[in-house]
């Protein structure tokens, strides 16, 4: 299907442009970095790299969106992973069809998920929670409010890792230490705590139905890092990256803007993540027959592949070229040489056949010449970074 050009070129970024995306992220992490409430927010997160050959046993819970899994996973000292039990998976109590759901019942059910693992006594507990909320440098992490239409009473404001704790105990089964992350933070654990040795720099990439990154930044005086209770020489910070306002919008990004919750906020995110892609392809091709935008990017996909459609192309490659830019923005920050491991996970970036070459092959474009990567993928990696953040706290006590 054949589109015109000027709308084609709407949609088309050329180098330089991707290069000053770059740099405008840079300078907006550093800001986040320097100071809390901008635009990239570059939350602390209280964790440190995982140590070299860490091994063990823990319980992992990943809760978020619609589904709760768990499972038991051994680490073992040369970065490969066993799971032992599980994963099991479950419904999450939402209250979104019928009365709000008490938080007794929410951890309840996590809770009784986890132990049809029959898991042994004490074992560290690793928790994703991917819910907006602030970490403690206990490693815990207070709920701050809700999203994905979720209707939960009594636990905004609390913190999640204990109630989780205090609903395993009521059912007879003392955890350990209980350690909280998010997705993007797990992600960025597991590509860490398997390549520990082979690599300078991590980075944590989601690029599913929304988008974010987290990575290991140096604790230096010029950082909010600094001022922290913490004695680490780095520390996973959780960017919120989505929420980046990218230079070279167009005025179909500014459509959708205007009609979505939060106008103004998560641009980034509404111009690359797999969610929002159809939603542009619709209103920039309005005639669009049998296309329905909730049927998700997948779909441009299939246009693109089987039907030549050139803009489901200039809308997939600009999602593409757009994650290139904002890896090279985060990599900029972290250092000027150095080998450099990137941990994706998510639909947007693994179900595009040609999206995984892009990135590879666009940035080395935008980043120092003394700098190399790898993209990787684990499998699990929600539960695999949750269990190297557990044990890894579990044996540092006090930061």
Not at 49 to 65: E, H, K, N, S
Not at 271 to 291: I, K, N, R, S, V
Not at 322 to 349: D, H, N, P, W
Request: a negative charge.
């Amino acid at each position: 299907m054949a589109h015109t050009p000027d709308l084609l070129a709407s949609f088309q970024l050329t180098l330089p442009q991707l290069q000053e995306i770059a740099t405008t992220l840079q300078e907006r992490i550093h800001l986040g970095l320097r100071q809390d409430g901008q635009e990239v927010r570059a939350i602390p997160t209280y964790l440190a790299p995982p140590p070299q050959g860490i091994c063990g046993r823990v319980l992992v819970i990943d809760t978020g969106g619609t589904n709760i899994r768990a499972a038991i996973i051994e680490l073992r000292a040369d970065g490969s992973h066993n799971l032992v039990a599980g994963p099991l998976q479950a419904q999450v109590p939402t209250g979104r069809q019928s009365e709000p759901v008490s938080a007794q019942d929410f951890f309840r059910a996590q809770a009784e998920l986890a132990l049809q693992l029959n898991p042994e006594a004490d074992l560290p507990l690793g928790y994703c929670f991917s819910y907006p909320a602030a970490s403690t440098p206990q490693a815990d992490a207070r709920l701050l409010h809700w999203t994905k239409d979720m209707h939960v009473q009594g636990v905004e404001g609390e913190l999640v890792g204990q109630m989780l704790k205090e609903a395993l105990a009521q059912l007879g089964y003392q955890a350990g230490k209980a350690t909280v992350l998010n997705d993007t933070v797990a992600t960025l654990l597991a590509g860490a705590g398997a390549n520990s040795r082979q690599y300078d720099h991590f980075i944590g990439l989601i690029a599913g139905t929304g988008t974010n990154m987290a990575g290991f930044v140096p604790v230096r005086p010029d950082n909010k890092l600094s001022s922290l209770p913490w004695k680490q020489p780095s520390m996973a910070v959780n960017l919120e990256s989505g929420n980046f306002t990218p230079p070279y919008l167009n005025r179909y990004d500014d459509l959708l803007d205007s009609r979505l919750d939060l106008p103004g906020h998560q641009r980034f995110e509404k111009a690359l993540a797999g969610y929002y892609l159809p939603f542009l392809y619709a209103l920039a091709d309005p005639l669009a027959q049998d296309f329905d935008p909730y049927q998700g990017s997948k779909q441009l996909v299939e246009l693109r592949d089987r039907q030549h459609d050139d803009l489901a192309a200039a809308i997939l490659t600009r999602s593409g070229q757009l994650i290139a830019a904002g890896l090279a923005g985060f990599i900029k920050v972290l250092g000027q040489e150095g080998r450099v491991c990137i941990t994706a996970e998510g639909s947007r970036y693994w179900n595009d056949p040609a999206l995984p070459p892009l990135v590879a092959n666009l940035l080395p474009q935008l980043i120092s010449p003394q700098q190399t990567f790898s993209i990787i993928r684990i499998e699990d990696a929600n539960l695999v970074g949750s269990a190297y953040a557990a044990l890894a706290q579990a044996s540092r006590p006090e930061n």
